[in-house]
């Protein structure tokens, strides 16, 4: 990386994931809820803020920095790149209908007032979970490489995949306390990040993991 500026926004994105990672982790969380249990409700809420405001920094570097396409996709290719574009968007936006979007963004919890630590969405396996355990990072994947990249763009998708990776690890951990040998089951049977053929679960073992998953939960479906 000759130009030095590539070198503080690799900087500004590894700090954005450490915020991240750290916020998210159940260290963090349960503090939180010991020293401050009335900050609970809205802390799902101050997360999803903070993680959008710490993306302005990286972003905006990524964009002053600009440059010519390092790599580029280019006759047959091209189609084949859009076409993954267009998988992933529509994928993402057919995944909507298994999640709750008021829970995600952290609204439910503020109206409800809960102080939970662990997060509440039930474990729930949707058609794609069964084939692979984050099908939005997958997704997230497809669009970053399937288009063009300058020197900018490509170290932050380079370092953005390297993140999925590992974030996906400690994520299974917190809900491998949540959901116990269910969760760590269901990671043995599917793949993480790319489909694979000959792992994925059935509907009828996928509903068998979810009732085991959320045993003791009283509360609703999201």
């Known amino acids: 990386m000759s130009d030095p500026r590539l070198w503080w926004l690799a900087g500004l994105w ?57 790599l580029r996709w280019s006759g047959p290719w091209r189609w084949l790149a859009d076409a993954l574009a267009l998988l992933a968007l529509g994928g993402f936006f057919w995944s909507l209908r298994w999640y709750d979007g008021l829970e995600f963004l952290g609204l439910r919890q503020l109206r409800e007032g809960e102080r939970r630590v662990e997060d509440q969405e039930r474990f729930r396996i949707s ?17 970053l490489w399937s288009r063009d990249l300058n ?32 969760y760590a089951h269901y990671c043995r049977k599917v793949p993480g990040l790319l489909p694979l053929p000959w792992k994925r679960l059935s509907a009828e073992e996928a509903e068998r993991l979810e009732r085991q998953g959320n045993r003791g939960d009283q509360r609703p479906g999201g």
Request: hydrophobic share 55%; proline share 8%.
């Open 14 to 70: 590894l700090l954005y994931f450490a915020l991240h990672s750290l916020l998210a982790s159940l260290r963090v969380k349960r503090w939180v809820a010991c020293r401050r249990p009335r900050w609970m409700p809205a802390y799902r809420l101050f997360f999803n803020l903070v993680a959008v405001a710490a993306l302005v920094p990286p972003l905006w570097l990524a964009f002053a920095i600009g440059g010519e396409p390092v």
């Open 127 to 143: 058609p794609l979970h069964r084939h692979v355990r984050h099908p939005w990072y997958l997704f997230a994947l497809l669009l």
């Open 151 to 182: 020197a900018p763009m490509l170290v932050s998708t380079a370092l953005a995949s390297l993140y999925f990776v590992v974030g996906s690890r400690l994520e299974e951990r917190k809900l491998k306390v949540y959901h116990g040998e269910a």
